[in-house]
């Protein structure tokens, strides 16, 4: 799609969901120390091309004609591209990096590897992205979630710099739902420097990923992927909120990206149904768990939900109680179903527009100069 010019709003825009890559393995080998680069090998020492060892897997399902076009698949590794693609073109005052193939570095089964990967992607992020003239690039902290306390270590250093203003967490290194105990140290991590989580719709689509796309087995087309594909971030959303994560850290933020939002309201009936008879059995969650949602977590717009016209649209959104207030305009740029910002503010009310388009977002990342940074 082409970007347009904003229809019914002029201020500012974030853009909370924005993906970037590596050119190629070499860009990100750069940043691999020696050791970590002689055990990876270089690209074409073999006949054939072959040399490396592939250190990212690809995700397992593809769109049958390429996830992206061609100037998006070059905007991808290039600053300069992404600002005349997307920044300038949609006014956008600040865009939050979320990586795209990157994401499912957790998966790699080698956790020595996937740290490795990690730490690389974060300071090339930072040095390619980060330290340009473009001050309204800001960056996602990767994390080998793997091995949690090693992946708390990462977010303490590579959070430490200004311009990143979360942690994502992509694919499922370990098999257990992001609520888990387990993964309070990374919590832990994020909470001390003011750092929301962000947990990224595609994560499980590793070849080697050690949970299912859907709940009954993996999709078998692109298609039927790109349905079941926001399933996981309903199960790790529901763990958040059973598993009491924000009551042990209650400055704690949470953000879903690529999921949508019709799908909520349904789910948190029915959670704060079952919660009511149930609670006994979980009796660290002190409250209805939409209380928890409302106070701690946001959704990205992309993909917006389509429902047969803006009307049904905002009744299906409205539905659940004032959406303006969890809703955060993510472009999910350049992937192949991206949405600019004249197109969402086209489908929401305009009375949403400022809270979408900036005020959601304003307040749900750590920006350079709050606390923390």
């Given at each position: 799609?082409?970007?347009?010019?904003?229809?019914?709003?002029?201020?500012?825009?974030?853009?909370?969901?924005?993906?970037?890559?590596?050119?190629?393995?070499?860009?990100?080998?750069?940043?691999?120390?020696?050791?970590?680069?002689?055990?990876?090998?270089?690209?074409?020492?073999?006949?054939?091309?072959?040399?490396?060892?592939r250190?990212?897997?690809?995700?397992?399902?593809?769109?049958?004609?390429?996830?992206?076009?061609?100037?998006?698949?070059?905007?991808?590794?290039?600053?300069?591209?992404?600002?005349?693609?997307?920044?300038?073109?949609?006014?956008?005052?600040?865009?939050?990096?979320?990586?795209?193939?990157?994401?499912?570095?957790?998966?790699?089964?080698?956790?020595?590897?996937?740290?490795?990967?990690?730490?690389?992607?974060?300071?090339?992020?930072?040095?390619r992205?980060?330290?340009?003239?473009?001050?309204?690039?800001?960056?996602?902290?990767?994390?080998?979630?793997?091995?949690?306390?090693e992946?708390?270590?990462?977010?303490?250093?590579?959070?430490?710099?200004?311009?990143?203003?979360?942690?994502?967490?992509?694919?499922?290194?370990?098999?257990?739902?992001?609520?888990?105990?387990?993964?309070?140290p990374?919590?832990?991590?994020?909470?001390?420097?003011?750092?929301?989580?962000?947990?990224?719709?595609?994560?499980?689509?590793?070849?080697?990923?050690?949970?299912?796309?859907?709940?009954?087995?993996?999709?078998?087309?692109?298609t039927?992927?790109?349905?079941?594909?926001?399933?996981?971030?309903?199960?790790?959303?529901?763990?958040?909120?059973?598993?009491?994560?924000?009551?042990?850290?209650?400055?704690?933020?949470?953000?879903?990206?690529?999921?949508?939002?019709?799908?909520?309201?349904?789910?948190?009936?029915?959670?704060?149904?079952?919660?009511?008879?149930?609670?006994?059995?979980?009796?660290?969650?002190?409250?209805?768990?939409?209380?928890?949602?409302?106070?701690?977590?946001?959704?990205?717009?992309?993909?917006?939900?389509?429902a047969?016209?803006?009307?049904?649209?905002?009744?299906?959104?409205?539905?659940?109680?004032?959406?303006?207030?969890?809703?955060?305009?993510?472009?999910?740029?350049?992937?192949?179903?991206?949405?600019?910002?004249?197109?969402?503010?086209?489908?929401v009310?305009?009375?949403?527009?400022?809270?979408?388009?900036q005020?959601?977002?304003?307040?749900?990342?750590?920006?350079?100069?709050?606390?923390?940074?």
């Amino acid at each position: 799609m082409t970007t347009t010019t904003v229809t019914g709003y002029d201020g500012p825009v974030i853009d909370a969901c924005v993906h970037h890559s590596w050119r190629d393995q070499t860009e990100l080998m750069e940043y691999f120390s020696a050791g970590w680069r002689e055990f990876v090998g270089e690209p074409g020492s073999l006949p054939g091309g072959a040399g490396a060892i592939r250190v990212v897997p690809g995700p397992a399902f593809r769109h049958p004609t390429g996830d992206k076009d061609d100037s998006g698949r070059a905007a991808l590794s290039d600053p300069e591209l992404m600002r005349e693609r997307l920044l300038d073109p949609a006014s956008v005052s600040k865009a939050v990096l979320s990586f795209d193939d990157g994401l499912l570095a957790p998966t790699i089964t080698d956790y020595h590897l996937a740290r490795e990967v990690c730490r690389a992607a974060n300071d090339w992020c930072t040095d390619r992205w980060l330290s340009g003239v473009d001050k309204r690039y800001h960056g996602l902290v990767l994390v080998p979630n793997q091995v949690p306390e090693e992946a708390a270590a990462e977010v303490r250093r590579a959070g430490a710099h200004p311009r990143m203003v979360g942690v994502v967490l992509g694919g499922n290194g370990v098999g257990q739902s992001f609520g888990h105990r387990l993964y309070h140290p990374i919590y832990e991590a994020a909470a001390d420097l003011g750092l929301p989580i962000v947990l990224h719709v595609g994560g499980d689509a590793a070849p080697d990923a050690r949970t299912s796309t859907a709940p009954a087995g993996n999709p078998t087309s692109f298609t039927e992927y790109s349905i079941m594909s926001t399933t996981p971030l309903m199960t790790h959303l529901v763990s958040f909120l059973l598993h009491g994560v924000f009551e042990r850290f209650p400055g704690l933020r949470l953000m879903l990206a690529g999921a949508g939002a019709a799908w909520l309201a349904p789910l948190m009936w029915r959670l704060d149904s079952n919660w009511r008879g149930l609670r006994r059995e979980v009796p660290w969650v002190r409250k209805h768990p939409s209380e928890y949602l409302w106070e701690h977590v946001r959704l990205s717009t992309w993909p917006l939900d389509q429902a047969g016209g803006p009307e049904h649209l905002r009744a299906a959104l409205g539905a659940f109680g004032p959406m303006e207030d969890l809703l955060c305009f993510g472009s999910g740029f350049p992937d192949w179903n991206w949405e600019d910002s004249a197109r969402v503010a086209a489908q929401v009310p305009e009375s949403w527009h400022a809270k979408v388009f900036q005020d959601n977002a304003e307040s749900f990342f750590r920006w350079p100069g709050e606390a923390g940074t």
